[in-house]
């Protein structure tokens, strides 16, 4: 046996994207217990042209949703970036989450090979299936949930690396 | 065609931790720049109990070497934790990558269902291959380069989404 490209990453995204929501969780009860307006928690950056807490939510569920969507090949729903609370930011990462379980393996099984193509900062850049997954849409996923837990880390929100991990 | 546990792990861990040594080395040139002490941005953290960058390096590389070591079922080399430049945490990536490298296919390949042991926070916590691969090794690997890369960027330094990229 080895591993499917359905395995490596609808499931894992989803599983990883419900971590991302517990973070939330405890983020917006910091805020509650201390008194801090949400938007606080909400628009933290880690440096001033880095993206704030909320872009990190949305690049991170679009990363996912992408790399689905172009692995199966179909269109990717339109989600649009307005949100500015905790509770959208949650929906947010809610309507991924069903997405991404609205396929079945057998549509993206078999993508190892398939030509993915990105723009990226204007011009053209080609991959192949497996390669697309692994070292492009995995990194960048993953950065973007770490960076969303390393903001409400810095900004004192008390999360522990088994939030961000879960169940595996 | 599918994906093998070895073309999920070694090469795709050696090709970010060289990725990160590209982050250290711009972190410490902006240290000759601007005539910081280096320490400043090695032992600089996110929050006062989160790791120093020093640590975020020495995990990731731990994290690599663990988890291909663990899959293959061989005996990891000790690395002692004891760096203290830039030179000396790119000198630990670089034998880290060259650990990785010294592994063949075939010696991960098939680990999908190999029980994997952790002790995790003084209990044992017990994983199937690829459930360790994708859900925990991956994850935590990636968390730890980020937060390296996070920690440099709030401290000024300028990198870019490309640097953690790389060539993937």
Do not use: W
């Not at 490209?5 to 217990?33: C, H, I, V, W």
């Amino acid at each position: 046996m080895t591993i499917s490209m359905y395995q490596a990453s609808a499931p894992r995204f989803a599983n990883m994207l419900k971590n991302l929501s517990t973070l939330l969780d405890k983020g917006q009860a910091y805020a509650e217990a201390r008194k801090v307006d949400p938007q606080v928690l909400i628009s933290a950056r880690l440096y001033p042209d880095m993206f704030p807490l909320s872009r990190q939510v949305q690049i991170a569920c679009d990363n996912a949703k992408g790399a689905v969507a172009r692995l199966a090949g179909v269109e990717m729903p339109k989600h649009e970036d307005g949100e500015q609370s905790f509770a959208e930011l949650k929906a947010r990462i809610a309507k991924t989450i069903d997405f991404l379980a609205s396929f079945r393996p057998e549509q993206i099984d078999g993508s190892e090979e398939k030509d993915i193509v990105l723009k990226l900062g204007g011009r053209e850049v080609k991959f192949k299936g497996m390669q697309y997954l692994l070292g492009y849409a995995q990194p960048n996923f993953y950065f973007h949930v770490t960076t969303a837990y390393d903001i409400l880390r810095h900004n004192g929100v008390e999360l522990a690396k088994r939030d961000y991990i879960g169940n595996p």
